[in-house]
Every structure is written in structure tokens, then in C-alpha cells.
């Protein structure tokens, strides 16, 4: 079955700073890559996700990357501010699996 | 449209008692899903379902009952409460033929 493993664990940045964050999976047959946020005392929000035809999708100041012959794709926050302090899970939905998660904290 | 409701917010269970989860959605959606989260952890799926009339178990299913009558609602139940199942529950749902998940807000049970 797929594994899906998400590092760091946590990450403290300055604000401004930028934060990267990124999953490893196992199985080769996966083809949608999707990044989640979840925010204090709330279920997690889609912000971005990509599919396995491309190698990078941005969104503002969010992007990621795939890199499909090394099996895994990494979440970039560039310009960090204090909203985006959260939990950010990977996941591999075909396997219906997440990360573990990673907590940022962007410290003004 | 509300998107994904669940109730209650927050419950306190003693051990063996019962209860159920409710989880509700208005985006006519078909896929339907329980999940987990321990502190500091990922989410582990309970159960899911396809359609009404249809569940399967996920990774971590013992304990948990789901029943899926209609396409808006997913009732999860625990019948003896254990605590182990002190855990934060989250109910989403899917589109057919999509992957992203819209997820509720959660439920805070404690078994003490």
C-alpha cells in the first residue's frame, strides 16, 4: 500500500522568511499530489494541489513541486506572514492516506 | 451552502457508554469519510463510503460502526467507548471522480 512520509515534524521561520516543507510516497501508479492546511480548531482546507503531467504549480505566494522519479513533491510558502502559521498534511489520496503533518510557526 | 456540519462540538464520554457522530452534507456529494486525528498525528482513516448503501473499513475501523442511508448523512458510532478513541473526529466529503477533500470542523471526544 502507499506510505506517505512528511518531514519536518515542525518548522519555525521568520516572518518573511520562506518555509519548505515536503512528502515522500511509495506507490508510482499515484498521479494527484494535494497539499492541506489546517488551522487551529478547524478541519483541514485544501490550498493547493498538482497533478503528475506537470513539476510545479503556484499560487501566490504557495507552490509545489513534484518530482516523480524521486517520489516526492515539497510545498514552498515564500514571503512567510503570521496567517500561515498552521498544519500542513500531504496526503495521498488515492490511498485515501495523509502525512503526519507539519506545524509551522512563523514568529514576527 | 454550509458545506460539511457535524455535531456535537465537543463530548465527554464515561467508558462502555455509546454515541454517535453526526456528519452532514448539503453538496451532494457521493464519497463520504471518517477520520481520526490524535494529538500531534496525522489522520487515520475509520471508515468510508462510496455511495448510500455503501461503506468499507479504512486503516483503524475497530471500535466504530458507520451506516450511510442517504447521500447527505454519515453517522459514525462507538458502542463501548474506550479510551483510546479520545481523539478529535473529522467528517469530509468528496465528488465523485474528484480527490479534493471538503472537510467538517470536527469533533472533540474525550472517554475518560
Known amino acids: 500500500g502507499e506510505n506517505v512520509e512528511q518531514h519536518p515534524s515542525t518548522l519555525s521561520v521568520q516572518e518573511g522568511d520562506s518555509a519548505v516543507i515536503k512528502c515522500t510516497y511509495s506507490?508510482?501508479?499515484?498521479?494527484?499530489f494535494p497539499w492541506y492546511k489546517q488551522e487551529l480548531g478547524k478541519g483541514p482546507q485544501l490550498i493547493i494541489d498538482?497533478?503528475?503531467?506537470?513539476g510545479e504549480k503556484k499560487d501566490q505566494r504557495i507552490a509545489v513541486t513534484l518530482n516523480k522519479t524521486a517520489k516526492h513533491f515539497s510545498l514552498h510558502i515564500t514571503e512567510t506572514q503570521p496567517e500561515d502559521s498552521a498544519v500542513y498534511f500531504c496526503?495521498?489520496?488515492?490511498?485515501?492516506?495523509f502525512g503526519a503533518g507539519t506545524q509551522v510557526v512563523v514568529t514576527p | 451552502n454550509a458545506g460539511v456540519t457535524q455535531t456535537p462540538k465537543f463530548r465527554i464520554l464515561k467508558i462502555g457508554q455509546s454515541m454517535t457522530l453526526q456528519c452532514t452534507q448539503d453538496?451532494?456529494?457521493?464519497?463520504m469519510y471518517w477520520y481520526r486525528q490524535d494529538p500531534g498525528m496525522g489522520l487515520k482513516l475509520i471508515y468510508y463510503?462510496?455511495?448510500?448503501?455503501?461503506?468499507d473499513k479504512g486503516e483503524v475501523p475497530n471500535g466504530y460502526n458507520v451506516s450511510r442511508s442517504t447521500t447527505e448523512d454519515f453517522p459514525l458510532r462507538l458502542e463501548l467507548a474506550a479510551p483510546s478513541q479520545t481523539s478529535v473526529y473529522f467528517c469530509?466529503?468528496?465528488?465523485?471522480?474528484?480527490?479534493?477533500?471538503?472537510f467538517g470542523p470536527g469533533t472533540r471526544l474525550t472517554v475518560t
Open positions: 469530509a466529503s468528496s465528488r465523485q471522480g474528484s480527490y479534493e477533500q471538503y
Open positions: 506507490d508510482s501508479a499515484s498521479n494527484y
Open positions: 498538482i497533478r503528475s503531467n506537470v
Open positions: 496526503a495521498a489520496p488515492g490511498k485515501l492516506q
Open positions: 453538496m451532494n456529494h457521493n464519497y
Open positions: 463510503s462510496v455511495g448510500a448503501g455503501i461503506t
